[in-house]
């Protein structure tokens, strides 16, 4: 994954998730970070010095994944016989699971739901201490 500063000011890309800390130090404007992913999970990113930045990148190991349109439908195609766990997971509203059946040439719809648990995204700053809220 490459981390491009595409800004007028600088960044400090970090993380402290289990399956992948990082911390790409402190780069200027212009300049790119690129770092592999080789664990599953999901990993949220942080900008030390910007607290209200702010994204989340969930690493498959599978190529049966997809993002919802505006109204919150999907649909995942190629998928082979079985049966399976659907997820969800949505950054304000946590994630929820249905266990499905796939069956050959049928098109399958599922009901899914997750209700808005939070309006911000609470973390840490990459030395473990509470953010300090807000840039300004």
């Known amino acids: 994954m490459i981390f491009p500063n595409d800004d007028t000011i600088f960044h ?3 993380s402290l998730c289990e399956a992948c800390p990082i911390d790409l130090g402190i780069y200027e404007p212009g300049e790119s970070k690129t770092l592999p992913f080789e664990k ?3 990993v949220g990113i942080y900008c030390n010095i910007h ?3 702010v994204a989340a990148i969930l690493v498959l190991s599978n190529p049966y994944f ?3 349109d505006p109204d919150g439908f999907f649909a995942i195609t190629g998928v082979p016989e ?3 766990a659907i997820r969800t997971w949505h950054e304000f509203g946590g994630e929820s699971r249905k266990q499905v059946l ?3 040439d049928a098109a399958h719809a ?3 739901q997750i209700k808005k648990d939070r309006g911000t995204i609470p973390h840490k700053n990459k030395f473990g201490k509470p953010s ?3 840039y300004r």
């Open 12 to 14: 400090n890309v970090f």
């Open 40 to 42: 599953t999970g999901l």
């Open 51 to 53: 607290p209200d930045m």
């Open 66 to 68: 997809t993002v919802t």
């Open 82 to 84: 079985g049966s399976y």
């Open 102 to 104: 796939i069956s050959k």
């Open 110 to 112: 599922h009901s899914l």
């Open 132 to 134: 300090r809220g807000a």
